[in-house]
């Protein structure tokens, strides 16, 4: 619990920030959206590059894990999505509470509480599946948005599998992704300057995406309470995160007898709240980004409540 507080208590301090800083006129909206495409370009590829790029990929990986992982992620992602629909939000901004729903902190919080409470064995578990939820989710979230998209200006010259290519492949996470596991494959260290550098540019995502998300934070209040109907979705994706996702996984893993440490691994990953990254891609679409800081705060706030009570039940 100690550890946790000490992770969660830093993010609502940098969001704090960035609330305060909103107040300012030199730190508006135009200033949260260069934040925001610093991290989406630069920091947050290179903060994936290097956890992947890490990885010890000659231990095993047990094939059940990673079925329940890309179920568990998806079945999430479509109830989101489903809630928001059945309320009847438009498809693009349903796309956004499946992503919501189905995506949690599994970088900056998930890989060190998990290695702080399975030890550092559970290290490369938590490590690629945390990759694989990043990826499948992003992945996900581009293919639906293109085809929402398609038709839309240029975009609608394009040959659609060219399209899907050209937002997936060109994807600045989705090339950090593939970049890390290249090294990670090849077993060649990159040298150390390169990969400081590499480090110190990672650095930047977590703070970066919180306080744009702090600065965006005090509008996406005024503008939850002027559109109640967004709550039902907000509220759907807060109760999926939390509560719905650890609750599937619990159950594949016992389903599909996933060996330890993966089974723990995956039940704590699904239990995360929502993080920063979420708000990220969803303002770099336009599309319920303001919502979307609604639900990184609450399921933070509430993880305080859920985590723990997971953590009791670790198989």
């Known amino acids: 619990m100690a550890d946790l507080l000490g992770r969660i208590l830093p993010v609502f301090a940098v969001i704090a920030a960035g609330a305060v800083a909103g107040r300012f006129e030199r ?3 135009r200033t949260a959206t260069v934040l925001n495409d610093l991290v989406y370009w630069i920091a947050l590829p290179a903060l994936i590059f290097t956890s992947v790029a890490g ?9 059940s894990a990673l079925i329940a992982s890309v179920a568990v992620l998806l079945v999430a992602y479509a109830l989101g999505s489903l809630a928001a629909l059945l309320v009847r939000r438009p498809p693009r901004e349903a796309n956004a509470v499946g992503l919501v729903a189905g995506w949690g902190n599994v970088g900056y919080l998930g890989i060190p509480l998990t290695v702080a409470v399975l030890g550092p064995a559970a290290a490369f578990a938590a490590s690629l599946t945390s990759t694989l939820h990043t990826a499948l989710a992003i992945s996900v979230f581009l293919v639906v948005a293109t085809l929402h998209g398609r038709g839309r200006g240029e975009d609608g010259a394009v040959a659609l599998p060219a399209l899907l ?3 997936v492949l060109g994807n600045p996470v989705v090339i950090g992704i593939a970049a890390g596991l290249a090294v990670a ?3 060649l260290a990159l040298p150390r300057p390169l990969a400081t550098t590499v480090e110190m540019l990672g650095d930047l995502a977590a ?10 934070l005090r509008g996406a209040v005024g503008s939850l309470r002027e559109s109640r109907a967004q709550w039902v979705p907000i509220g759907a994706a807060v109760l999926i995160k939390l509560v719905v996702m650890p609750l599937l996984a619990l159950g594949a893993v016992a389903w599909l007898g996933i060996p330890a440490p993966w089974a723990a691994v995956l039940v704590v990953m699904c239990a995360l709240p929502d993080a920063a990254t979420v708000f990220v891609l969803t303002a770099q679409y336009r599309t319920w980004y303001r919502e979307s800081t609604a639900v990184v705060v609450i399921t933070t706030v509430l993880s305080l409540l859920t985590l723990p009570l997971v953590l009791l039940v670790l198989p």
């Open 185 to 187: 494959l090849s077993g």
């Open 207 to 216: 703070p970066g995406g919180l306080l744009a998300l702090g600065i965006l």
């Open 165 to 167: 290519a050209r937002r």
């Open 55 to 63: 990885a010890d990929l000659s231990a095993g990986v047990p094939g």
């Open 27 to 29: 730190f508006g909206e």
